[in-house]
T-cell receptor, first 114, second 115 residues
């Protein structure tokens, strides 16, 4: 297992288009998180899955954003009708159940909306 | 209120010297964990060190140590013997048991190591 994998690494899209990102977590991790990071800021929490259940959603996650984790393995994050303000790095992380374990991050998907 | 506050946007340190990066946190949860991550310019988030709220001793990992002062709600990262490769963004984060176990991050500190 090589860690958390995110695809694509970079995405340029026109305003108004839909985009979908994929995250493959570390296989034995049942928790999966999505974060958004803009330049010079810390990651902001978007949503969190335990297995296939989406347990938490940030108020940052507008109705244009949807995330899924079918079968509790990989996850997808879709942004509909993209806006320029959606331009950011989207980070995925996974961790085991125990609270005292760190989350392992993927390398992120950099989205640019033009 | 901010959950995690990092008051130093940028720090310089001379190579081979020690540096302390500040982090204060706000929680009413009794059970929580504090984490430090490093983010080089390449973008990946690298886990450095963890401190649990019930841990009585300060965490250490190689050149990294965490100065945990529970009453003051601070969890400062100390890097000893700085190296040029330590130049990066550093983020303090907290996980609270009663907040869905998600990680909440501070705004980060950019550390620059001078040769």
């Amino acid at each position: 297992d090589t860690g958390v994998s995110q695809n694509p690494r970079h995405k340029i899209t026109k305003r108004g288009q839909n985009v979908t990102f994929r995250c493959d977590p570390i296989s034995e991790h049942n928790r999966l998180y999505w974060y958004r990071q803009t330049l010079g800021q810390g990651p902001e929490f978007l949503t969190y899955f335990q297995n296939e259940a989406q347990l938490e959603k940030s108020r940052l996650l507008s109705d244009r954003f949807s995330a899924e984790r079918p079968k509790g393995s990989f996850s997808t994050l879709e942004i509909q009708r993209t806006e320029q303000g959606d331009s950011a790095m989207y980070l995925c992380a996974s961790s085991p159940q125990a609270m005292n374990t760190e989350a392992f991050f993927g390398q992120g998907t950099r989205l640019t909306v033009v | 209120a901010q959950k995690i506050t990092q008051t130093q946007p940028g720090m310089f340190v001379q190579e081979k010297e020690a540096v302390t990066l500040d982090c204060t946190y706000d929680t009413s949860d009794q059970s929580y964990g504090l984490f430090w991550y490093k983010q080089p310019s390449s973008g990946e988030m690298i886990f450095l060190i963890y401190q649990g709220s019930y841990d009585e001793q300060n965490a250490t990992e190689g050149r990294y140590s965490l100065n945990f002062q529970k009453a003051r709600k601070s969890a400062n990262l100390v890097i000893s013997a700085s190296q040029l490769g330590d130049s990066a963004m550093y983020f303090c984060a907290m996980r609270e048991r009663n907040a869905g176990n998600m990680l909440t991050f501070g705004g980060g500190t950019r550390l620059m190591v001078k040769p």
